[in-house]
């Protein structure tokens, strides 16, 4: 390491010499090793899901809901938030380079998934272009909730194909155990010779908590098998400060971030050798955010939440040195939600949502006009359960009107509604069925685009004359937890009416360097369908065998033409192993070829990605393992594959990091 990573993180090294006398703490025995394991198994099934206003478990919910926390996620966390949760069944992520993976959820992306920050839209623009990443940081995240298929009911027409909720706790909702809690971690990695270093601390009493967080990430160009990824470089600094007041009533807590990320566009990497630097962009966000609870509001078993936040947003893309163009955003969202449990057996929860935004693109890429935003919703769900049986209803109503500088304002009123249910049909199993027929309103790009969009390299047009676009999804659901055995497998079908996809007219106009395709926003109905599994076998008491697989297939309905970049099938498997501190797992993942293609979109051959973990933990003397210390070492593409990302606008210039090595430490307290 050309570096030393003690000298460049002071707060993970004041962490470090704060816990120094834990050295010399021995490791776990073997009945404490289990006990540890026995009770993750049983928390991991509690893991209680935020995103859902009446605070199920995992299990309670008829909607398909996939946590990572703890372990897992430590192991799977990555600089940008569709590399953390690709490993997860039914998700995999865009790709724009190191700096930029969005979550696709069942080949949906883009406007049609919900990046959420506690509960509260992140407000950036990334689901205006390709190359704009969410403003958000999965290094930071207590828990990431991804919730799939239609979840308009919650969070609006933007959550047509799903949420992804990201946990980061910056406002304490209780106090800190023993009036401390924190973590650090710092770790080099060899592909981009890169390091990325994380601190947080929660400090307070039962009456109230202070919050501190941060990341500073630097990453270079990485290595592939073909050679340097030119401008593939990644650098974020990140951080916040929250504090919460608690009482019997509740609590109410205030938290001020600051998001600030500059990476490369490796599609334009410009001429190192002749000193030109190629596109890049400079992202900036502020964010303010307010959030209380108030218990027994109303009735015993009734809860008020709330949540407000103000978003200032801007990124530059410079050309060279130069700057290209300027995407502002400012915007407010609040949210309410009222739940009541057990009257006359059915927990209850309705409430409003209301949002206004400004996005401006200014430069040589505006190839969207000023548009205000102006958004307001009210939804409630139902949820009762009889013995073996749960049923779960729902509905939510939009009115959502799009006003640009430039042209008449549209509006639309969006209308979802859902039902579902569980049944517990004998010992260990459960099926889940859920009906949901969701609309949305389409997005500002789509509206009124008009201009070069050097991302996607064409000539964008909106249509502003789309109408909401609405799924019609049909899903079953099939679970078995045994002692031995974990699994679930869903199938799902998807109608969509009046999809929204951008279609190439074969038209060809002039750009400054080359010619652009003329690509513009139409309709038409589509059809989804999929199935998605996993599985994990416990065949010995500290062996594991995890199994998953997913597939989608997208057609229009009309002519049975291919829908444009949808996401390859694939399957994997990963062997897991843990012992009296230990834990070590080895896997595979295989791609499949996609050669189902739509007109002009070129196919992309398949590839196999081969990772391991390994990583020792002792703690600092309590038997709960609530605070430790954890070694860890992590290989990725370990075969040096040459992998391409279907989704990707890129896929045919930037080819997914080669063989690399991750190692650090973490600290728990």
Known sequence: MTKSLLRRTPLFLALVLASAPVWAADPPTPAQDKARHEDKATELDAVVVTASPLRGGVEDLAKPVEVLSGERLDEVRGATLGETVNSLPGVQTSNFGAGVGRPIIRGLDGARVSILSGGLQTQDVSTVSQD???????????????????????????????????????????????????????????VSQGFTEMARVDVGNDRFAFHFDGVYRDNDDYKTPDGTQLNSFLKTKTGAVGGSLFGDWGFVGFARSRYHDTYGNPGEPGNPEEGELGVHLDMKQNRNELKGGINHLFSDNGTLRFSVADTDYEHIEFEGADVGTR????????????????????DLAFGGQASNSEFEAIGEEAFVPRVQTHGRGIFGVAKRKWDAFQLDFGARVDDVRSDPADAAARDFKPVSASIGGIWHFAKDWD??????????????????????????????????????????????????????????LAAYYNRFDDYIFLVDTGEIVAGEEEDLPVRQWSQADARFRGFEGEATFKFADNWNLRV????????????????????????????????????????????????????????TDGYTLVNAHVAYHWDMGNDDYSSGWEIFLDGSNLTDETARVHTSFLKDKVVLPGRGVSAGLRVFF
């Open 132 to 190: 704009h990443a969410p403003a958000v940081e999965s290094f930071l995240a207590d828990q990431i909730e991804v919730l799939k298929g239609p979840s308009t009911l919650l969070y609006g027409s933007g959550a047509i194909g799903g949420v992804v909720n990201v946990v980061d706790g910056r406002i304490p909702e209780s106090p800190p155990d023993d009036g401390a809690s924190g973590r650090a971690e710092a770790r080099y990695d060899s």
């Open 327 to 346: 995407f502002l955003k400012t915007a407010t969202e609040g949210r309410a939600e009222y739940a009541l449990t057990g009257l006359g057996g059915w």
């Open 431 to 488: 099926l889940t069925a859920n009906l949901d027929r969701a609309e949305r309103a389409p997005a500002e790009e789509e509206l009124f685009a008009n201009g070069p969009h050097i991302a996607t390299a064409s000539f964008e047009i909106g249509n502003p004359n789309l109408t909401e676009e609405a799924a019609n999804q049909l899903e079953f659901g099939l679970h078995y937890h045994g002692d031995r055995i974990q699994a679930k």
């Open 548 to 603: 998953f697989g997913d597939t989608v297939r997208a057609t229009f309905a009309e002519g049975g033409g291919n829908v444009p970049r949808i996401a390859p099938s694939r399957a994997g498997a990963d062997l897991q192993w843990q012992q009296e501190g230990w834990r070590a797992s080895l896997g595979a993942v295989r791609y499949a070829k996609q050669d189902k293609v739509a007109i002009n979109e070129t196919p």
